[in-house]
């Protein structure tokens, strides 16, 4: 029993003294857990056909992570200021703004593009419509919120930025962040439809890298709103909802995705690598 209870001591203070990386760990192995049986699902290995609705489960396992690490790592009071950035709505009309607005205006303008192009105007019915599920409707919303919103963004920008951030710059923590958010994007190149069908894993590195540039956008969103999680979550949620919709087709997608990597950019120039904000980096 003492050799026992060493054993769990010495494995909580490993936790606590590599948080990032113990976090990293339980959010792949809480995420793969579901989309690893997916992987062999699809490529014939287990005899039967997993339902592929089952991945949206994956989504939540960043904020599982999260929960539990802030739980051994700051204990109630650690929760509590999670919480409070979770549901941080005060963040100045600019961040707010951009964080609901600008998924809008991004799919808008590429569908303006595409239909300049000589293509068609996306069908918005198909809005209310994502891959292995019944037509949703205005439900779709809460899916994507809840998903691809919270379930990432809790983890990635509310636990992991602002300690990446803490003795790094704020590029830095986020290129370092969107390596991360990559490779647990890993299996999904192996299933899902959208990436199969694109090439696979042959894909990866295009993808990875507009992850990158991605995590540079919310870094930028989440130290000017002064680290509201609820923001970042808003603006994830609606740009998956705006580019993964059958609505959207391939072109539009890669437009919309194309404007974040040159927002990247135009972050880096203007509110320089150490903040990527005009406020201060938020940090623990």
């Known amino acids: 029993m003492i050799a026992q209870t060493r054993k769990q001591t010495t494995v909580f203070t490993w936790i606590r003294q590599h948080p990032l990386l113990s976090y990293l760990i339980l959010a792949i192995a809480i ?37 539990l690490m802030t739980w051994v790592t700051g204990g109630a009071d650690g929760l509590k200021e999670l919480w409070g ?33 000589g293509g ?11 891959n292995y599920l019944p037509f949703l409707g205005i439900w779709v919303l809460p899916l994507w919120l809840a998903t691809y919103g919270f379930g990432e963004e809790i983890g990635w920008r ?25 490779l647990w994007h890993v299996p999904a190149f192996l299933y899902l439809d959208t990436y199969v069908n694109a090439g ?22 989440y130290n000017t709103t002064g680290g509201s999680v609820l923001m970042v979550a808003v603006w994830h949620g609606l740009f998956d909802l705006f580019t993964a919709a059958k609505a959207i087709d391939a072109y539009n997608s890669a437009l919309q995705s194309a404007a974040i990597m040159i927002a990247a ?19 623990l």
Not at 36 to 45: F, K, M, N, Y
């Open 200 to 221: 696979g894993l042959a894909v990866f590195p295009g993808v990875a890298f507009g992850i990158v540039m991605g995590a540079i956008v919310l870094t930028w969103l």
């Open 158 to 182: 509310g636990f992991a930025l602002p300690r990446l951030q803490k003795r790094r710059s704020a590029l830095a923590a986020s290129v370092i962040l969107g390596l991360m958010w990559s």
């Open 120 to 130: 068609e105007w996306p069908d918005l019915r198909l809005l209310g419509e994502v």
């Open 31 to 67: 995420s793969w857990s579901v989309e690893l049986p997916l992987v062999a699902s699809a490529q014939g290995w287990l005899g039967v056909r997993l339902p592929t609705a089952i991945h949206y489960f994956a989504a939540f396992g960043p904020m599982l992570a999260a929960i």
């Open 265 to 283: 950019v135009v972050i880096v120039l203007v509110f320089k690598p150490a903040n990527l904000s005009r406020v201060a980096k938020h940090t």
């Open 85 to 117: 950035r979770v549901t941080k709505w005060r963040v100045g009309w600019t961040g707010a703004a951009f964080a609901i607005l600008s998924p809008l205006a991004l799919f808008a303008l590429a569908s303006i593009a595409i239909r300049l192009m």
